[in-house]
């Protein structure tokens, strides 16, 4: 099976840059995906990463090195509509359908 | 916009009585999905279609049913409600987006009293 990983909370200044970190564990790594979701809503896809390296899109950056079965999500430039729950996502070469496994959410909260 | 629909989107329902979930689709797409989203569980697969008649369990299977007799519509019922599958409820499609991204519908929000 696979195991995802990332911190349940974090706090942050409005302007300022939050990391958010996720580690996985699968045996047939197909993919990484981000998610945003704010309270109530459903989630919505931002970012994409299946070679090692960075993907810049806007003020939201991702990053994944496979060896080391981690990635992050850098958000630039905080806004207060940035407070939401990030999903960290994992899609397995040998898992039925195509699925994708979801980690447990970070919900970030911006502040003034 | 991945033109998916699901209905009801609110529902409040009595212990052990069936409840079916809708979600629609209007772009053909072959995969299908339900998730269940529980605070401190995540997001967590109950079942998935891949394509007319073609349906396997997810992960959180135990309870539910499901059915796709249309290309178009993928459902969710529950035989007999328990209060344990009070859930907020998400169809997904697989899109043609960057590594055949999965897309969300609104989300359906169950209450089994």
């Known amino acids: 099976g696979q195991n995802i990983d990332q911190p349940t909370e974090m706090t942050a200044t409005e302007g300022a840059i939050v990391q958010i970190n996720c580690t996985y564990q699968?045996?047939?790594?197909?993919?990484l995906f981000w998610y945003q979701q704010h309270a109530g809503e459903a989630p919505t896809f931002l970012s994409y990463?299946?070679?090692?390296g960075l993907e810049e899109k806007g003020r939201f950056s991702s990053f994944l090195s496979r060896s080391k079965g981690y990635s992050y999500l850098l958000l630039k430039e905080l806004q207060m509509k940035d407070s939401a729950s990030y999903l960290c996502a994992v899609r397995d070469l040998r898992a039925a359908g195509n699925k994708l496994t979801f980690g447990g959410g970070t919900r970030v909260l911006v502040k003034p | 916009d991945a033109g998916i629909t699901q209905s009801p989107r609110h529902k409040v329902t009595e212990t052990g009585t069936p409840v079916t979930l809708r979600c629609h689709q209007t772009?053909?797409?072959?995969?299908m999905y339900w998730y269940r989203q529980d605070p401190g569980h995540g997001l967590r697969l109950i079942h998935y279609?891949?394509?007319?008649?073609?349906?396997d369990k997810g992960e959180v299977s135990d309870g539910y049913s499901v059915s796709r007799s249309k290309t178009e519509d993928f459902l969710l019922t529950l035989e007999s409600a328990t209060s344990s599958q009070t859930s907020v409820y998400f169809c997904a499609i697989q899109g043609e987006g960057p590594g055949n991204t999965i897309y969300f519908g609104e989300g359906s929000w169950l209450t089994v009293v």
């Open positions: 279609s891949y394509g007319v008649k073609d349906t």
């Open positions: 990463n299946v070679l090692d």
């Open positions: 772009e053909n797409h072959r995969y």
């Open positions: 699968t045996s047939g790594f197909n993919g």
